[in-house]
């Protein structure tokens, strides 16, 4: 599985961005996938997962009610639409998928947000 992540760029605070993971691979609709970020001098963080059938959906408390993830495996993708962008969410967003929710095995190579205030 090879995983495209796009979408990111630069809103001012209080924007909505969606950002998308396009993959290639026939697994892809059998994994779990999620969405982690990295901000600048800091370790990368857990943001949201989702489950292969898009059934369960878990999020980090720092964008609970902000941020949703969705798939549609019949398109090979994942996404994650941002709203209510704060400043604090700017960072590299990086998408993943694997087994389980706890196993990522691929990775996307990241896409920039910038939040402006």
């Known amino acids: 599985v090879q995983l495209q992540a796009s979408g990111g760029g630069l809103v001012q605070a209080g924007g909505s961005l969606r950002l998308s993971c396009a993959a290639s691979?026939?697994?892809?609709?059998?994994?779990?996938g999620g969405w982690f970020r990295q901000a600048q001098g800091k370790e990368r963080e857990f943001v949201a997962s989702?489950?292969?059938?898009?059934?369960?959906?878990y999020y980090a408390n720092s964008i609970k009610g902000r941020f949703t993830i969705s798939r549609d495996n019949a398109k090979n993708t994942m996404y994650l639409q941002m709203n209510s962008l704060k400043p604090e969410d700017t960072a590299v967003y990086y998408c993943?998928?694997?087994?389980?929710?706890?196993?990522?095995?691929?990775w996307g190579q990241g896409t920039l947000v910038t939040v402006s205030s």
């Open positions: 989702i489950s292969w059938s898009g059934g369960s959906t």
């Open positions: 993943a998928s694997g087994p389980t929710m706890a196993a990522y095995k691929y």
């Open positions: 691979g026939r697994a892809f609709g059998t994994y779990a």
